[in-house]
């Protein structure tokens, strides 16, 4: 069973940086898939970034944060970090931190295809 904490959410200012972690604990972190997901009210769980175990040497962007997000992963720290710069107001969102053990190359946006959630961290971004 792998346990995921978020963190590293709040309140920034358009054009401004926020920097998620995500730590695991509970399994082999480094054989894991990891993704970061978001939610904003009364919208659908978004697929936004996502990275391969071991390595991490695949990843997947969504389309609305390609360029201005990075995912990266430090296996010896058992923890996945999100980069966000150039923050804009619709990226205002509960983010998820996901984790699965055998990937889905094709369908990895889909929150189904993950297996362990944590419980999220808010980011506001002000205009």
């Known amino acids: 069973q792998v346990q995921l904490v978020e963190s590293g959410g709040g309140l920034v200012q358009a054009g401004g940086s926020l920097r998620l972690s995500c730590a695991a604990s509970?399994?082999?972190?480094?054989?894991?898939?990891m993704a970061w997901f978001r939610q904003a009210p009364g919208k659908e769980r978004e697929f936004v970034v996502g990275?391969?175990?071991?390595?991490?040497?695949?990843?997947y962007y969504g389309d609305s944060v390609k360029g201005r997000f990075t995912i990266s992963r430090d296996n010896a720290e058992n923890t996945v970090y999100l980069q966000m710069n150039s923050l804009k107001p619709e990226d205002t969102a509960v983010y998820y931190c996901?984790?699965?053990?055998?990937?889905?190359?094709?369908?990895?946006?889909?929150?189904?295809?993950?297996?362990?959630w944590g419980q999220g961290t808010q980011v506001t971004v002000s205009s």
């Open positions: 996901a984790a699965v053990r055998y990937w889905n190359y094709i369908d990895y946006a889909n929150s189904r295809g993950y297996d362990y």
């Open positions: 509970g399994g082999t972190f480094s054989s894991y898939a």
């Open positions: 990275i391969s175990n071991w390595s991490g040497s695949t990843t």
